[in-house]
């Protein structure tokens, strides 16, 4: 497999001010030691420490009033993709996170001490390979020999090798560039790599502002999940585990809320991020909108162990290993199982 970087070209960037995605690859957290605290919610004398990123969780729960009468406080400091918010999770500093569905693969493969507790099942028209509207790809068959810019280590990336693979390419027929979104965004624009594996918001924001169009999508590709992941140590503690029940319990409703009134999520979410409001709001109805909480049950092990797989096969983790190992299924409840179908606007935006 061919990688090569490109320097960024800052001053041809469009207007891409956030780092949101838990899906996100591997890129530095804002502020020293890897997170930044954005201020505090709630009372009482326990503590939980909530890893977000900008636009995340905390933004969520707000604008769906989820964090009135919070019996503990929540803590909030800031990453800018999952793969940080992970090792800060690892290290202690913070009890729970969320990401998606390929940042806790890299670091359980590390052996990261970290626990998935709870899902969601989203659709996945915002996993996307997209190129220019002018470019003569058609289908992902045409993508041997090009060059494709992609995030290491996040959703897209497996999405990309899934979708490499389903139209009988492997990841040595192609050109990889690992870009985090924002020098993804300048190469595309400037044309210097054929395509670019991305999620949403990313996506919306390329098809409104960068003459893109999508090759393929993750539907039927990638298995749409996010999880929030913990610390074992939080979870060893009886209070810190029941604050996290009551946490995952707010993100549910905040979810069930966000589907209700997207219009109204979107403008919040638009004013957090700086992101268009049309771009979010495109974002909101293609995939985040559509989220539906999950059990983390036998079948989203299944697939999460199908990545672990994947990224072993083409050596971009050391080894493989039980992706089981890595999950506590005691706030299951009586979730709907992990298949279950996303929410949706009707077609896709």
Partial sequence: MRARPIAPA?????????????????????GAGGGTGSGTDGKGSLTLDVGDQKGGSEALLRAADELDDLPYKIKWSTFTSGPPLLEAINAGAVDVGAVGNTPPVFAAAAKSKIKVIAGTHSRSDGEAILVKKGSPLKRASQLKGKSIAVAQGSSAHYQLIASLKKAGLTPKDVTLNYLQ????????????????????????????????????????????????????????????AAALK?????????????????????KAWAKETGLPEKVALDAVKRTRGTAVAVAVDKDAIASEQQIVDSFAAVKL???????????DPRFNGDLPPSGTAPRTYGKAQ
């Fill in 181 to 240: 979104p924002a020098d993804a965004l300048a190469a595309f624009t400037r044309g210097k790599v054929d395509a670019w594996a991305v999620w949403d918001p990313y996506t919306s924001q390329a098809l409104d502002q960068a003459d893109a169009r999508v090759l393929t999508t993750g539907q039927g590709v990638v298995n749409g999940l996010s999880f929030q992941v913990a610390a074992p140590a939080a979870l060893d503690d009886k209070k810190k």
């Fill in 10 to 30: 800052a001053a041809l960037l469009l207007p891409l001010t956030l780092l949101l995605a838990a899906c996100g690859g591997a890129s530095g957290a804002a």
């Fill in 246 to 266: 009551d946490y995952t319990d707010r993100l549910r409703r905040a979810q069930k809320w966000v589907f209700k009134h997207p219009g109204v999520w979107a």
């Fill in 317 to 327: 983790i050391p080894r493989s290993f039980r992706f089981a190992d890595f999950v």
